[in-house]
């Protein structure tokens, strides 16, 4: 509970309301190379500010007791030791029966790697910062723009990425809703990590770009099926193609491993499955099952063991797949073939209405005829067409989002 919550006379609420903060406007995270980089006030390349707060400062996401108020927390670019400022103009009277929050300690409660507030510290972090070199094995690499980014996969056997991820995860509280740490002392977790790798004057130092996890779960009789848990891609290098860079690493390196019988999601956001959906329609559109002449033929078995067996895709994922890239090969100006297709994917849709029909039908046996035929009325079929239609829609909008992308797409 923050100092809001208790907030009761002798401050009026006219004055009240002058020591509350929005939290999101105050907070401000940057990463670090050097002194310049810390004390540089105009400079926004590297800043940017949380998604959600509530996870450290309340529901109400406000911070009582300060006003001018600034929060800093400063990273160093690789390491990620993490340096944290506060500042503000007046705080609220000292006879005020509310004291204002302390915003050292909410933090440090979401911080288990902890962090400092000496500046003088933070500079030596920064110069060590220089020999920070990734924990883990080296999966995958690429180039964009010029710049060189590496794919690191570790487990939590590693006392060094151990360290590393305790400082790494303290972002998925203010950037991934209702996000919760994972246990790092479970050898069941896999982790990938995304860096840029910067060579200079014949040194070379690397830079914390997002992370992947993934829990590895018994598939009976003797396999495994990972299931990825939280992907964060860092706020300044978002937009420009590394989650799917990433999300790639990952399927290959899984689907090296023959005990992996397939890959799941846990509980994805919106922008993870349009992210998922566009590295499973580029993986899945080169398989002979997925040409247009194969996909205008309907949704197969061919196409369900093709892209397990190939890249360990689910096989309720491949029916979307095959959704996805099928309405990218319909002549959608061609009335008769845009309408099958549309009629294919409602089939899909209407599936649990047609499972919802079959459980009436036997519920009508130990209903009152008059019960019986109010349940029918509150499920009526205007109202199925209609949740049908609206379905669809928001199915095809998601679909032609993706093949966008992948229209617009070089190679990844």
């Not at 790798?197 to 014949?202: L, N």
């Not at 397990?308 to 073939?337: C, F, G, M, P, W």
């Amino acid at each position: 509970m923050n100092g809001l919550d208790g907030l009761c006379a002798p401050i009026e609420r006219g004055n009240r309301e002058k020591f509350v903060c929005e939290a999101e406007e105050v907070i401000f995270f940057k990463f670090c190379e050097n002194e310049g980089d810390v004390q540089s006030t105009d400079d926004e390349t590297n800043t940017f500010k949380p998604e959600f707060t509530h996870q450290v400062f309340g529901d109400q996401e406000v911070i009582f007791g300060y006003k001018g108020l600034k929060i800093n927390m400063y990273y160093t670019v690789g390491s990620l030791k993490q340096y944290v400022k506060v500042q503000h103009s007046e705080t609220v009277p000292v006879n005020s029966t509310v004291e204002p929050d302390n915003i050292l300690h909410l933090i440090s409660e979401q911080t288990p790697a902890g962090f400092t507030t000496n500046y003088n510290e933070f500079v030596m972090d920064m110069n060590k910062d220089k020999s920070f070199r990734p924990a883990g094995d080296l999966i995958s690499s690429y180039k964009q723009d010029d710049k060189t980014f590496e794919i690191y996969h570790a487990t939590f056997a590693n006392p060094k990425f151990q360290e590393y991820h305790r400082r790494l995860q303290t972002f998925i509280i203010w950037y991934i809703d209702a996000a919760s740490y994972i246990d790092d002392e479970d050898h069941s977790w896999n982790l990938y990590t995304l860096f840029e790798k910067v060579t200079s004057c014949g040194e070379t130092r690397y830079k914390s770009i997002g992370f992947l996890s993934c829990y590895n779960y018994y598939c009976y009789p003797n396999k495994k099926r990972p299931r990825i848990s939280q992907v964060l891609v860092l706020p300044p290098y978002q937009k420009c193609g590394h989650g799917a860079k990433l999300l790639t690493a990952m399927y290959d390196h899984a689907c090296a491993d023959p005990l992996v019988c397939d890959i799941t999601v846990e509980d994805p956001s919106e922008n993870f499955t349009r992210l998922r959906n566009f590295v499973d329609a580029l993986k899945c559109s080169s398989l002979p099952s997925f040409q247009p002449d194969k996909l205008k033929e309907g949704f197969s078995k061919d196409m369900v063991t093709e892209a397990r067996e190939k890249h360990k895709i689910t096989a309720v994922q491949v029916r979307k797949i095959y959704e996805l890239l099928r309405l990218r090969a319909t002549d959608i100006s061609n009335a008769e073939e845009y309408k099958k297709y549309r009629l294919e994917v409602k089939r899909r849709l209407n599936i649990p209405f047609q499972k919802e029909k079959k459980s009436l039908q036997k519920l009508e046996k130990f209903l009152q005829p008059q019960e019986y035929e109010a349940v029918l009325q509150s499920k009526s079929v205007d109202n199925q067409h209609e949740f049908l239609e609206k379905s669809y829609r928001d199915v095809e909008l998601e679909y032609r989002k993706v093949i966008e992308r992948l229209s617009a797409h070089v190679n990844v």
